[in-house]
T-cell receptor, first 116, second 112 residues
Framework: EAQVTQNPRYLITVTGKKLTVTCSQN?????MSWYRQDPGLGLRQIYY???????DKGDVPEGYKVSRKEKRNFPLILESPSPNQTSLYFC???????????????FGNGTRLTVT | KNQVEQSPQSLIILEGKNCTLQ??????????LRWYKQDTGRGPVSLTI?????NTKSNGRYTATLDADTKQSSLHITASQLSDSASYIC???????????FGIGTKLQVIP
């Protein structure tokens, strides 16, 4: 089954404790991205990747890191989480870029992160 | 600044009734517009994709329209079902760029 898998689904952590949220897709998609979703703000892009070893900042990249060493994986790293990073996070992938190939984004089921 | 605005913010309708959700955008140059459905606790799922040259696209009981001149889109849901209860998000892409702009969404509740 074609899917984007995020882990964990729920995560509670304390300020400053490094964490990684994993994302994997099995569709051989080139484009992958991370979003956070907050009430009243909608989905905002954190980072995106056009292909292996190619990553770029989205609209809200501060406090986050990503890597794309393999085509299928795109982990999100919070080196020193803070309470304002409490949010619902989504990973997504697409066949090509959202603009060039007109292919939809396939989203994972989200990771709800709480930083205390 | 590229923006996508959706209305209404929330909507309650009776099962079996029709409804229309609106999306206005200021994204330029325009590439395509998509509507996504997001069930509570799940990731968004694509319903329709429309490019500049497409005015209408249907997916079952969902029909999306696009007026590129006025920069408006609508999503019409026919004969609503309880399973249509979800948030509907309008997403617009800028031509030549890798970023997309999301609307905040319309939260639809269908009641028996």
């Amino acid at each position: 089954e074609a899917q984007v898998t995020q882990n964990p689904r729920y995560l509670i952590t304390v300020t400053g404790k490094k964490l990684t949220v994993t994302c994997s897709q099995n569709m051989n998609h080139e484009y992958m991205s991370w979003y956070r979703q907050d009430p009243g703000l909608g989905l905002r892009q954190i980072y995106y990747s056009m292909n292996v070893e190619v990553t770029d900042k989205g609209d809200v990249p501060e406090g986050y890191k990503v890597s794309r060493k393999e085509k299928r994986n795109f982990p999100l790293i919070l080196e020193s989480p803070s309470p304002n990073q409490t949010s619902l996070y989504f990973c997504a992938s697409s066949l090509g870029t959202a603009s060039l190939y007109n292919s939809p984004l396939h989203f994972g089921n989200g990771t709800r992160l709480t930083v205390t | 600044k590229n923006q996508v605005e959706q209305s209404p913010q929330s909507l309650i309708i009776l099962e079996g009734k029709n409804c229309t959700l609106q999306c206005n955008y200021t994204v330029s140059p325009f590439s395509n517009l998509r509507w996504y459905k997001q069930d509570t606790g799940r990731g968004p799922v694509s319903l329709t994709i429309m490019t500049f040259s497409e005015n209408t696209k249907s997916n079952g009981r969902y029909t999306a329209t696009l007026d590129a001149d006025t920069k408006q889109s609508s999503l019409h849901i026919t004969a609503s079902q309880l399973s249509d209860s979800a948030s509907y998000i309008c997403v617009v892409s800028v031509r030549g760029y890798q970023k997309v702009t999301f609307g905040i969404g319309t939260k639809l509740q269908v009641i028996p």
